[in-house]
């Protein structure tokens, strides 16, 4: 017959395995987390189209992107740049309006980029949205910036430009539709 484990002996184990398996869904959370938006269905880079036509609309977008970014006054020096275009990305792949950025969003493009804060996201797209007002309020310049009354949210900024690029590419892939 066994002889059974002390009851303290069982609660050491038991906390043991515990800790293992958090750490072991962390460990896979993490690594599945900044593919996640590839394995999406009926986002706006969908797997499930041809390959082809996928990297066509990935071109499409960063050039569309890179010019409207270039339209608000964001440089590219500016920290914040690439963090806003893989937000927009990360905001066309899951395509849905109940988005929130500290759940949703920063997360993503944090593991992207490996960074463990997402306050760190947070902060340099609001620095760069908030740089580009500046300059846009000091130069009087009639850049895309003069679209807002007062500086934007980071989500009032990323959504706008989500909806312009989306509008863009739709109308632009449609238009070379049309010339086949």
Do not use: W
Not at 58 to 68: A, M, N, V
Not at 129 to 136: F, M, P, Q
Not at 167 to 179: A, C, F, P, R, T
Request: glycine share 4%; charged share 25%; hydrophobic share 40%.
């Amino acid at each position: 017959m066994n002889n059974p484990l002390p009851k303290n002996t069982i609660d050491i184990l038991t906390g043991q395995i515990n800790a293992l398996v958090k750490l072991m869904s962390a460990i896979s959370f993490q690594e599945s987390l900044s593919s996640r938006y590839y394995l999406m269905t009926g986002g706006f880079f969908s797997a499930s189209t041809d390959s082809k036509e996928n990297h066509k609309r990935q071109l499409l977008f960063i050039s569309t992107i890179r010019d409207l970014l270039n339209e608000y006054g964001i440089h590219e020096s500016n920290k914040g740049y690439i963090y806003i275009i893989d937000a927009v990305r990360v905001i066309l792949e899951l395509g849905s309006l109940d988005i929130r950025l500290n759940t949703d969003i920063y997360p993503l493009v944090a593991c992207d980029f490996k960074i463990k804060k997402i306050s760190v996201i947070e902060h340099a797209i609001r620095n760069a949205i908030a740089a580009a007002y500046r300059d846009y309020e000091r130069s009087n310049d009639s850049n895309a910036m003069g679209r807002f009354t007062k500086k934007p949210s980071n989500k009032k900024f990323l959504f706008h430009i989500t909806d312009s690029i989306f509008y863009k590419i739709n109308v632009s892939e449609s238009i070379i539709e049309v010339k086949y």
